[in-house]
């Protein structure tokens, strides 16, 4: 693997970052400042974090950034539900995109497990 962009994990929060978005566009212009820029920003950063880690080539720093993007994909996960709560989205709207973060924070938790067990010497068996 040469690239992060070759990683699925990466191509799936893409996904989802490009899924919040559209989400986003029919927000009132009222929370242009407030929620959308939330969603986006969380959003963006997980992916950002991945990409950001992968580059590092140490693979504690990457373990640390990958955590980050958990991070994110929790605030993410957040502001949708605040979204619905609020009338801004309906709970249909906001199942796909929880689906796709239930997804990425699966493939995250995944590659740290896979990453730490390496650094500690141990095989997936």
Do not use: C
Not at 76 to 92: D, P
Not at 104 to 122: A, T
């Amino acid at each position: 693997m040469n690239s992060y962009q070759d990683l699925r994990v990466w191509q799936r929060a893409m996904d989802l970052a490009v899924e919040s978005y559209e989400l986003t566009k029919g927000f009132p212009r009222d929370e242009v400042y407030g929620l959308v820029s939330q969603i986006r920003r969380a959003a963006a950063s997980v992916p950002a974090n991945i990409a950001e880690g992968h580059g590092r080539n140490v693979t504690g720093s990457y373990v640390q950034h990958l955590k980050i993007a958990q991070g994110s994909l929790k605030e993410l996960e957040t502001h949708l539900i605040l979204s619905s709560r609020l009338g801004l989205l309906t709970e249909q709207r906001i199942g796909k995109g929880l689906a796709m973060s239930e997804e990425v924070g699966k493939m995250l938790r995944s590659l740290i497990r896979s990453l730490q067990d390496e650094r500690n010497g141990r095989t997936s068996e």
